[in-house]
């Protein structure tokens, strides 16, 4: 067992006094480009990170007229107590955490899902809040396990798309369906090529085994974020009905400076970006599969200088990590990543540079913030999966 297979073990059984029977594990993702692109049908190219959320679980025999579920939280310290029937709706003081797992219970229901009751502990190594899409692995996770829990058919985008209406109606978030398709369909070694309009999937390999993912958390957090989010998925929204098309997937550069006097200036560049962000996540993954790599650079950069001035989701401290990496020696690229505002920068670096490279970046970031960031190195992983018993409660690492 992992060492966080064995905490989640160690804390089920001190929490309710036997060994969990199963467990599923979904990672968070980090996006190398194609960012606010997948709410207009967009393309987008993440990965699944090296880091996970696991949640364990065992049935319980039913105690009342209805089925329950215990879900325990090793990060909150917290054990919500959820009714598994349709319709249930939550007490207003209820976790934050506890409602993504709430939403994905309630898709299962919604489905026709008999849940048994059951007790869960959820673990994550996946940092929280920091645009690693915890909430996705959260979701998934939770879906993995239910989906084996209830005896329930589910193909692996169906299960995506219900933990995004998971996140729309119980955490109130509009996003896109990136960050669920990632943590379900990612392969080890590849980039996820997802056409958010269609969800076609391309497998794009990462050959180079030279190079890293480096993930650099600025470790603000603007609040902006509150509302700008949903603003920016709004201005798309706007901008696509003035030009007559069902969403910006639909749109070219041409028509999108032809309208510019009707939208206006800032739907103009909301729009611009969305446009051009597509063509060059498409444009990264024929290069990278052709091994160019230079380009994936060229067009990282682009993609943040696109992201800070016309879709205005950057902030100075994303913009300086993005500048200190890209200055330095042994860097592909580098970009902002997730939904901006603070949280992450994305860094494509060679693997004998890594070390070097984070030392630079966080120097000077300390020097001109006067904050520190936190790093990690990670290459593509896999999307989510379920361990049975055997795999979970005897094996050994
Ligand atoms: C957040 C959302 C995603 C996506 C990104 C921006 O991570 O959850 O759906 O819109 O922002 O690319």
């Not at 036997?18 to 968070?28: C, D, H, K, S, T």
């Not at 229901?109 to 929280?128: E, H, K, Q, Y």
Request: aromatic share 4%.
């Amino acid at each position: 067992m992992t060492n966080q297979q064995q905490r989640v073990d160690a804390a089920f059984r001190e929490r309710f006094g036997r060994p969990p029977v199963l467990a599923a594990a979904a990672p968070g993702r980090v996006n190398l480009i194609g960012e606010h692109v997948d709410y207009c049908g967009g393309f987008v190219l993440p990965m699944a990170i090296e880091r996970e959320t696991v949640m364990a679980a065992a049935p319980r025999p039913m105690a009342g007229n209805a089925p329950v579920a215990r879900v325990h939280s090793t990060a909150f310290q917290e054990t919500v107590e959820m009714r598994l029937v349709p319709g249930g709706s939550l007490p207003s003081d209820t976790p934050g955490w506890s409602r993504y797992v709430a939403g994905v219970i309630a898709g299962f229901l919604d489905r026709g899902a008999t849940i048994p009751s059951f007790d869960a502990v959820i673990d994550s190594t996946v940092p929280l809040g920091g645009g690693l899409s915890s909430s996705a692995s959260l979701e998934v996770a939770t879906a993995t396990l239910l989906a084996a829990l209830a005896d329930h058919a589910i193909s692996p985008l169906d299960l995506a798309v219900l933990c995004q209406r998971a996140e729309h109606d119980f955490a109130g978030i509009p996003c896109g369906v990136m960050d669920q398709c990632a943590s379900v369909l990612a392969r080890h070694d590849h980039l996820l090529l997802l056409d958010c309009r269609s969800l076609d999937v391309v497998q794009v390999p990462f050959h180079r085994h030279d190079l890293l993912v480096l993930v650099t958390n600025s470790n603000v957090r603007h609040s902006l974020d509150d509302g700008g989010y949903a603003a920016r998925r709004a201005d798309c929204e706007r901008a696509a009905a003035i030009l007559g098309v069902a969403s910006l997937r639909e749109a070219t550069l041409v028509q999108v400076e032809a309208s510019r006097g009707e939208v206006g200036d800032k739907g103009f560049r909301r729009a611009r970006h969305v446009v051009t962000e597509i063509a060059r996540t498409q444009a990264a993954a024929t290069a990278i599969t052709h091994g160019r790599w230079d380009e994936m650079g060229e067009l990282m950069a682009e993609s943040h200088r696109s992201l800070r001035e016309d879709f205005e989701v950057s902030c100075p401290e994303l913009d300086l990590l993005v500048e200190l990496a890209a200055s330095e020696r042994g860097v592909i690229g580098a970009r902002m990543t997730g939904g901006g505002f603070g949280g992450c920068t994305v860094t494509l670096v060679e693997a004998a540079r890594a070390e070097a490279v984070i030392a630079a970046v966080t120097q000077g970031y300390r020097r001109e913030t006067g904050r520190d960031c936190t790093t990690f190195t990670t290459r593509p992983a896999a999307g989510a999966r379920l361990m049975k018993e055997t795999a979970f409660s005897t094996a050994s690492e």
